[in-house]
């Protein structure tokens, strides 16, 4: 955005206020006809801001990736490896089970270099420190991968978001993976 003039600063600003209220409204698949509606603009001045759902997605959810990966960030000091992964694990599935739309949002992602700004790859960057750490310590079995851990989160948030209480069964069910890929010892 440096360069942008500052009435569209403004319009972006405004634009992806609405988009963050009606994607926790209408989640991931929230119309972007009507975030044009909502914020006094023609479709096109939406599209010229965000090309593509994934896009407006992207920068609805910025704020909460960056948490998770400065989460990941500070984990890497914690001494008991699986613990760390674990407490980032619980903090993405918190995220994904609480904030409508995110869990479609990564669902979206394809981690590579075409889509290096897209939600799962900033996270891959900063857990792959993490998950690397347990893998050596023997605390996670090898193989897996930080893309796998976040399509496991996905998937439980997508089938726990419709449940009476999303957030508990989504713990539960992490609890119920983790065990599976990190049995305690």
Not at 59 to 72: D, K, M, N, S
Not at 115 to 139: I, T
Request: with cysteine; proline share 2%.
């Amino acid at each position: 955005m440096p360069g942008q003039r500052a009435d569209a600063r403004r319009n972006y600003a405004h634009i992806l206020a609405v988009a963050v209220q009606e994607v926790a409204l209408h989640g991931a698949d929230a119309s972007l006809e009507q975030i044009a509606r909502i914020a006094g603009v023609g479709s096109a001045t939406v599209r010229r801001h965000f090309s593509t759902r994934r896009a407006l997605l992207d920068a609805v959810f910025q704020e909460r990736i960056e948490e998770l990966g400065a989460c990941a960030r500070r984990l890497s000091s914690v001494a008991d490896s699986r613990a760390a992964l674990v407490e980032w694990l619980e903090a993405l599935t918190a995220y994904a089970a609480s904030a409508r739309g995110m869990a479609a949002a990564l669902a979206l992602d394809e981690v590579g270099e075409e889509h290096v700004h897209a939600c799962s790859a900033k996270l891959v960057d900063s857990v792959d420190p993490l998950l690397e750490r347990a893998v050596r310590d023997g605390v996670v079995v090898a193989g897996v991968t930080t893309a796998d851990l976040i399509a496991l989160v996905t998937g439980i948030a997508l089938a726990t978001e419709h449940h009476a209480d999303p957030l508990g069964q989504a713990e539960r069910l992490l609890a119920l993976a983790v065990a599976g890929i990190s049995p305690l010892r």
